[in-house]
């Protein structure tokens, strides 16, 4: 099982957007995903048309009240599954903020959907800021996928959340995470600046960005109103499309090693080892 923590402090990059189309994509091809929705707004929760439900956060799992699975609900799309969002979260940043082990919260509440492995992919739709849930986010992932719009200040918020990254490292919380993928958003092929902030990103960070650009599109903007995903509300668009091609670049990126297999060496013929 792999945490993928989607991040950005930047708002209005489409961090939401890839996460809940690109866990669809991934359920769509038979993955078993999880989406945890760490923004107190629960932007991801009414992406999946799950915004009436109450008290069903992880609030009480993240100060010890209950455990994580108590908290996973079945979307009504196969294979997907969403921890939901609520205003409570937004108490609990205070309230972790208090504890001795404030930043591996997250990462112990987790612990045991790595031991079941339940699922084979869990992402993390972070609030978009630099605060408790977001540090827990990245001390409790196996690597981040970070959402760049298309625009003059991509890089301004990159250099930061790899800041960040770097912070949490040197703490001690999570010495292993890293920046694994780089999605632009947005993409708009009718200006120049979109291709040339696309450039410069790839200029920077080479193999981490993704080759799938995420387009501008009205469908995508018009999708979360529905409670739907892209793939549903307009399955044969750009941007489903974009979030399908997305997910299979994204597994081949987590494909299982292959084994290595060493060949056996050959006994040494009796003819070579016979003294003449």
């Known amino acids: 099982m792999k945490i993928i923590a989607v991040a950005n402090q930047k708002g209005g990059v489409g961090k939401t957007t890839t996460a809940v189309n690109l866990a669809a994509a991934l359920a769509e091809k038979g993955q078993r995903v999880l989406i945890v929705d760490l923004d107190p707004q629960g932007n991801a929760t009414s992406a999946v048309g799950m915004q009436d439900l109450e008290a069903e956060s992880l609030y009480d799992a993240l100060l010890g009240g209950s455990t994580v699975t108590e908290k996973i609900l079945p979307t009504r799309l196969t294979n997907l599954f969403l921890i939901p969002a609520d205003l409570d979260l937004a108490g609990a940043e205070i309230e972790i903020a208090r504890r001795d082990d404030h930043l591996t919260r997250l990462q112990s509440t987790l612990s045991i959907l790595r031991e079941d492995g339940t699922f084979d992919f869990v992402l993390l739709d972070c609030p978009p800021s630099l605060g408790i849930l977001m540090t827990n986010a990245l001390a409790a992932a196996d690597e981040i996928l970070t959402p760049i719009q298309c625009e003059y200040f991509a890089l301004e918020g990159l ?39 696309v450039q410069e990103v790839r200029t920077h960070f080479a193999e981490r960005v993704y080759d799938t650009v995420i387009p501008r599109t009205v469908r995508l903007s018009e999708a979360p109103s529905f409670g739907q995903t892209i793939l549903e509300y307009d399955g044969s668009g750009t941007g489903a499309l974009a979030y399908r091609a997305l997910a299979n670049e994204f597994l081949k990126r987590h494909a299982p090693a292959a084994p290595t297999i060493v060949p056996a060496l050959s006994p040494t013929p009796s003819s070579e080892t016979r003294e003449t």
């Open 159 to 197: 250099v930061k959340i790899v800041r960040v990254v770097e912070q949490v490292r040197n703490s001690g919380a999570n010495d292993k995470v890293e920046i694994g993928g780089i999605v632009m958003t947005m993409f708009d092929a009718r200006t120049k600046l979109s291709g040339q902030v």
